[in-house]
């Protein structure tokens, strides 16, 4: 049996799950947008999947959704963000301001996430950074990234991020992931998001080749999902 849930119905959804499981209230609503923007974007494996995920690995201590998430500068333009083995769409949602002002003082600015959930899509401080005028990329370890700019719509998909580059920028980038499951330790996953000021880069980053693999952004209105799935989630 298939529901249909609007955006609205299943952030609410989601957010009541995760209050439940113990996410403090705007964890949980923040958590509760990136899978429903996730969602929206027909991507089932970050949006409600994951929630079911996070909310096992909650009730397993293996995710602490109350922790504070640290800023540490290292060098101009760089910051690492310690979620401190709680959620990556909280962590990144506090340090959205401060990315965006790095970025428009340094020209760039590049954020790696530590220690946190798994950062998934990181599409609501994609959309967030793009809304701000900047130019955004945003990937883990492993899969597809994002790209954002004000000109887009929202976020788009980037099949092949510029993970070598990177790794020459900052060797010290550990390839491996933890495994969600319900034994071992505390997550411990990372993500990168680089803003750029996009005024500064004027037409050379809209005409750059990263563009060529690009998905444009998909958005649904309505969210078709199993009544397994919804029940597993309601009862984890």
Do not use: K
């Not at 929206?40 to 690995?57: H, K, V």
């Not at 920028?169 to 680089?194: E, K, M, N, R, Y």
């Amino acid at each position: 049996m298939t529901e249909f849930l609007s955006l609205a119905d299943l952030r609410a959804l989601a957010r009541d799950c995760l209050t439940r499981a113990g996410a403090p209230e705007g964890v949980a609503r923040v958590v509760a947008a990136e899978v429903a923007a996730a969602e929206a974007a027909g991507e089932r494996a970050n949006g409600m999947e994951a929630l079911l995920r996070d909310i096992r690995l909650m009730r397993y201590g293996r995710l602490t959704p109350a922790t504070q998430a640290q800023q540490i500068r290292t060098r101009p333009g760089f910051m690492r963000l310690d979620a401190h083995h709680g959620f990556a769409a909280a962590a990144l949602s506090g340090v959205v301001s401060d990315l965006a002002g790095l970025a428009r003082t340094q020209g760039i600015a590049v954020l790696r996430l530590e220690r946190s959930s798994d950062p998934g899509g990181m599409i609501c401080a994609t959309a967030s950074l793009g809304e701000r005028g900047l130019a955004v990329l945003a990937f883990g370890p492993e899969g597809p990234g994002r790209i954002g700019h004000p000109d887009l719509s929202g976020p788009a998909v980037l099949p092949t991020p510029p993970r070598d580059a990177l790794r020459l920028l900052f060797p010290d980038i550990d390839p491996t992931q933890p495994a969600d499951s319900p034994i071992g330790g505390l997550v411990g996953h990372v993500g990168w998001l680089i803003a750029l000021d996009a005024a500064l880069a004027g037409d050379h980053f809209a005409s750059a080749a990263i563009w060529d693999g690009a998905t444009p952004p998909a958005t649904a209105a309505s969210i078709a999902c199993s009544a397994e799935l919804l029940e597993q989630i309601v009862r984890a």
